[in-house]
């Protein structure tokens, strides 16, 4: 399953990077995605729940994004770097159906897949403000 939600999770990305980035229908983006790579069942739902989650909130999570990483205005963050904190930020503060450590290894594992050189520390680094802010919130 582990393997299959990593997968999920890289295709919900790559469904919000191709949304930001050309401004693609939501529903038709994630509907070709999953069926180029061959995602069904529950791991599909992830995807489509995730999606719609991040677009729906866009504007509250890059408020957290601004809040966490004031020295850069998201516009100006780089794309795939951008969503990917959209995408874990939404699982940690939000969704909370992942544990939060779960929420940061994956997110900074997308970045070493997909973001530049400097992506997976700065990623981390943002996502660990956010998780202080959450453990707050909880207690």
Do not use: C
Not at 30 to 47: C, P, S, W
Not at 78 to 102: F, G, Q, S, W
């Amino acid at each position: 399953m582990a393997g299959g939600r990593r997968k999920a999770r890289s295709v919900a990305l790559q469904s919000l990077y191709e949304i930001d980035s050309v401004g693609h229908d939501p529903e038709t983006t994630v509907d070709r995605l999953l069926e180029e790579e061959k995602i069904k069942g529950e791991n599909a739902e992830f995807v489509r729940e995730t999606v719609r989650g991040v677009v729906r909130y866009r504007e509250k999570l890059d408020a957290h994004i601004q809040r966490f990483a004031p020295a850069w205005p998201v516009a100006q963050i780089a794309i795939i770097d951008r969503n990917i904190l959209r995408l874990a930020i939404y699982e940690i503060l939000l969704d909370n159906k992942i544990p939060m450590k779960v929420a940061i290894n994956e997110a900074v594992e997308l970045a070493k897949s997909f973001g530049g050189d400097s992506s997976p520390r700065f990623i981390n680094g943002v996502l660990g403000a956010v998780s202080a802010l959450a453990n707050r919130e909880k207690t």
